[in-house]
């Protein structure tokens, strides 16, 4: 079990397991899309291209998520949906180059498991706020 003594030692754990978590659903995504990507452009489902992108989509989430968090820790329940739903925005556009429907579902799942294993990694930094029933980073003091 994780213990709290060190709370960024135990966060970069956490994002350690997330990244492999991910990396490892990402690989079954991109496996079970190119295998339905008949006559597509097959792209971003390459490890060369899928793996970096994890690692740095996890990078940039938890980034975003601990400057969020410092000012505003229940915007994050707003903000997370809406980056998600703008990371498939390029994904759909994928449609107007010859991008078949596994490829650009197989992507958009992608990076519902990247969001998906960074807000699982990320959420335990959040602690109830004394007395507000509110939350805030792990770390802060009012």
Do not use: E
């Not at 709370?7 to 990396?23: E, S």
């Not at 390459?46 to 740095?56: G, N």
């Amino acid at each position: 079990m994780l213990t709290t003594a060190n709370p960024t030692a135990t966060t970069a754990v956490r994002l350690g397991f997330a990244l492999l978590a991910a990396a490892a659903a990402n690989t079954v995504i991109a496996l079970g899309a190119v295998a339905l990507d008949d006559g597509g452009i097959g792209m971003g489902l390459s490890p060369a291209s899928y793996l970096p992108a994890t690692a740095i989509g996890l990078l940039l989430g938890t980034v975003g998520w601990f400057a969020i968090a410092r000012r505003a820790p229940k915007a994050l329940r707003v903000v997370v949906p809406a980056v998600l739903v703008l990371t498939w925005v390029p994904d759909l556009m994928l449609f107007n180059i010859g991008a078949t429907a596994a490829n650009v579902f197989g992507l958009m799942l992608m990076h519902l498991v990247v969001t998906t294993a960074a807000v699982t990694a990320l959420r335990p930094t959040l602690v109830p706020a004394p007395a507000t029933g509110g939350v805030q980073p792990v770390g802060t003091a009012d």
